[in-house]
């Protein structure tokens, strides 16, 4: 059987995503990541860029409310590194502040995992949103500051 038109994703659930980091900024391994500008090459993995089909990143920032993933490993500027990103998948991740088991993390400076921070109630009255610091991950085990937590990536 035939078919058109056929959508074919770039990556599936489980894949690590390849990365060139950003001129000017490095990452830290076991950090939340974003992305920084349009991706090197060409999505559809036809490319005469000698740089490959990588996505660009740079270290997020605090209160990042869609971090790509967590940097695999510390990488200079204009360097490769790997992206873990898929929802389900647990990393470990530095720990900006004490964690509990079973709390949101979201992401603190430097792309340190933090707790999760609910806006008050009078704040989201004032139509803010329900999160100063958004989650994007479920701690597994307790964490000191400057340790890693186990965070399951949503």
Request: hydrophobic share 40%; with cysteine.
């Amino acid at each position: 059987m035939s078919v058109t038109n056929e959508c074919t994703p770039y990556q599936e659930p489980g894949e690590r995503l390849p990365c060139s980091v950003k001129t000017g900024k490095a990452v830290v391994g076991k950090r939340f990541v974003i992305i920084a500008a349009d991706m090197q090459g060409n999505p559809d993995g036809l490319t005469t860029d000698v740089e490959g089909n990588n996505y660009v990143i740079e270290p997020a920032a605090a209160n990042e409310d869609s971090p790509l993933g967590v940097a695999s490993h510390n990488a200079a500027e204009k360097k490769k590194v790997t992206v873990l990103a898929s929802p389900g998948m647990v990393v470990p991740v530095l720990a900006g502040g004490a964690i509990n088991a079973g709390e949101q993390v979201g992401v603190g400076a430097e792309g340190k995992a933090v707790k999760a921070v609910a806006a008050s109630e009078a704040e989201i009255k004032e139509g803010k949103q329900p999160f100063k610091t958004p989650p994007v991950g479920l701690a597994l085990a307790d964490a000191a500051e400057g340790v890693d937590c186990p965070v399951k990536l949503y």
